[in-house]
């Protein structure tokens, strides 16, 4: 039997063991779930929400989340000549992806910029506005800002918009892929 998360309360979210709750996870993440080691690292909790209320703003302001603990995954393609290359960047709400500095250096791209939406959900098997890092292409990089590998606790999507997962952020760098990129994100505002 796996360790139990302690997490702290997030707002009003009513969370629950991920794992006992797949209807609320997209298929690849669902997947994930069932691959994750709660020996090495906290079970993961999910929660269900309005999926009208999945935008990052709208959900916080909902359901009393502070935009501290709310991460953005964000997929980014690079292109070097013509060669695309992908990568997932987690940050934190209160800061934005530095894609034309450090995102596109890590990926050697000359350009790199925000996949397209439709490009996006196609090769995530996620629905817009609930892309997560759990469950990508096995072949992308996972960049995670410090903010978010040193956070307690934040919420970050299910790959669906009607739930949001709740973990340690310090889990988040035992994902496939996943380093954590000094610099990755700055501040807005």
Do not use: H
């Not at 397209?116 to 292409?137: C, H, K, R, S, W």
């Amino acid at each position: 039997m796996g360790a139990v998360s302690e997490l702290p309360a997030f707002g009003t979210l009513k969370a629950q063991a991920a794992s006992e709750r797949p209807d609320l996870l997209a298929v690849p993440v669902a997947d994930a779930v069932r691959g994750w080691d709660p020996s090495s690292a906290p079970e993961l909790q999910v929660a269900e929400i309005d999926p009208e209320l999945a935008d990052t703003a709208a959900f916080c302001e909902a359901y009393d989340i502070p935009l501290e603990i709310s991460a953005n995954c964000v997929i980014i393609a690079g292109r070097r000549g013509g060669e695309s290359r992908y990568a997932a960047c987690l940050v934190l709400a209160t800061t934005r992806a530095d894609v034309n500095g450090v995102v596109r250096r890590r990926l050697d791209a000359r350009k790199a910029s925000f996949a397209p939406m439709d490009d996006a959900v196609a090769m995530t098997g996620m629905e817009y506005g609930g892309i997560t890092p759990f469950g990508l292409p096995a072949d992308w990089p996972i960049l995670i800002d410090e903010r978010v590998a040193e956070s307690p606790a934040v919420v970050v999507g299910s790959g669906l918009r009607r739930s949001k997962l709740l973990v340690p952020g310090r889990s988040l760098t035992l994902l496939p892929g996943a380093e954590v990129v000094e610099g990755l994100a700055v501040p807005t505002a």
